[in-house]
């Protein structure tokens, strides 16, 4: 690995455990930029969607639409 | 103002939680039969199963797996119980020449099976580092196979009445009380002691916080993922155990899509597809107020393609609420 250097770390760059630690969240992170903002609006629209499929699916299991 | 933002923060993390309570009111004011006693044992006899199931699914959630063979593995487990607790009696018995089997030899086998597979999918994730879903999706359609193999792909009926009691009874005969619910509490109660109190909890969570971290202070990790993947292979041997009691029968195609049924209440209940997060009460309350909406929309008489459609964005929405925490506490 880059940082380390004959299996020591230079303690300039950051520590190979720490960037391990981000996971595969910090690489979908950092190819779409999610923010708090933006998840909040797809939560939004997510909900809005939960609600028309239970309001159509009620109507249509009630023989309505 | 900081109060104002951390009461919209509570709201908009548990509102997943918040909208499923806030529909069934609505249903129950529309619909009163929905309050009812019988309802009220009905949604505790589902949940207890679904909570094993979640219980068991929870541990490789927390340490960054998942494990998509949970559903298979519990009807394969069904099966075996509904195969070994025919009643002597019963004209299309699978063997006709075996008798009655004592109940807890035959709960015995079908955990050991059903922890066999846990083993194997440790085994594959721990050892051999195959990605969890890959691991636990090869094992999902093996353990469905099998179930075919041994089955025949024939439904399995005419079981015994002191196994469907399991299911139909409670305690002194009081409605709030089946024997369903008090098994899964005491579940429930075993594994908050394990994840709570043991060294083995500890390490669950520290692998799921930073596995190579985890691994530099001296905690065993494979052994310690061996250990999480076969108690969930023994919880699915109990739900499954179960499942078949409540069913009256067991066929191959039971237990399928339970897995995402889990993976949603653990979801819904905090337990982060990120790892290292995750409580057993909120694994209860997850899997109880999806059990809910799904009592909620039968009773709303809600078509039967659209309530899966509804399953699965409740499931997307639990998910995305929990990478706003992640993205949140950066």
Known sequence: MEQNNGNRWDGKRPDPITQVKEGWYEKLLARIPLTVKSLNIIIAILFLLLIAALVIGTLKGNGIL | ?330
């Not at chain 2, 908009?12 to 044992?41: D, E, H, Q």
């Not at chain 2, 060294?199 to 310690?224: Q, R, W």
């Open chain 2, 1 to 330: 103002m900081k109060e104002k933002q951390s009461v919209g923060n509570f709201l908009l993390n548990n509102a997943m939680i918040i909208f499923m309570i806030g529909a069934a009111i609505v249903v129950g004011i529309l619909r009163p039969t929905f309050f009812s006693m019988y309802n009220f044992k009905n949604l505790i006899s589902n949940t207890a199963v679904r909570f094993i199931i979640a219980v068991g699914v929870s541990g490789c959630l927390i340490t960054k797996g998942t494990d998509l063979s949970a559903g298979r593995t519990v009807g394969l487990a069904a099966c075996i119980a509904a195969t070994f607790m025919q009643a002597a009696d019963y004209s299309s018995k699978v063997y006709p020449n075996l008798g009655e089997l004592p109940m807890l030899l035959v709960l015995l086998g079908v955990i050991f099976v059903s922890v066999l597979i846990g083993l194997l999918n440790g085994l594959v994730i721990s050892l051999l580092n195959v990605p969890p879903f890959i691991a636990t999706l090869g094992m999902q359609t093996i353990v469905y196979g099998a179930c075919l193999v041994f089955t025949g792909a024939q439904p399995i009926g005419g079981l015994r009445k002191d196994y469907t009691n399991i299911s139909s009874g409670s305690i002194f005969n009081i409605q709030l009380l089946p024997y369903l619910g008090i098994i899964a509490l005491v579940i429930g109660v075993i594994m908050w002691f394990v994840y709570n109190k043991t060294p083995h909890g500890k390490y669950m969570y520290a692998i799921g916080g930073n596995e190579n971290s985890a691994e530099v202070s001296g905690i065993n990790t494979v052994k310690t993922k061996l250990v999480i993947y076969m108690t969930a292979g023994l919880m699915y041997g109990i739900a499954g155990f179960l499942l078949g009691a409540k069913s009256g029968g067991a066929s191959v195609n039971m237990g399928m899509g339970y897995e995402l049924e889990a993976i949603a209440g653990c979801t819904i209940g905090g337990v982060s597809t990120n790892g290292g997060v995750g409580r057993i009460s909120g694994i209860l309350i997850g899997v109880l107020v999806f059990e809910l909406l799904k009592i909620a929309m039968q009773f709303m008489g809600v078509e039967t393609s659209y309530t899966y459609i509804v399953q699965g964005i409740v499931i997307i929405i639990a998910v995305a609420l929990d990478i706003r925490k992640y993205v949140a506490k950066r």
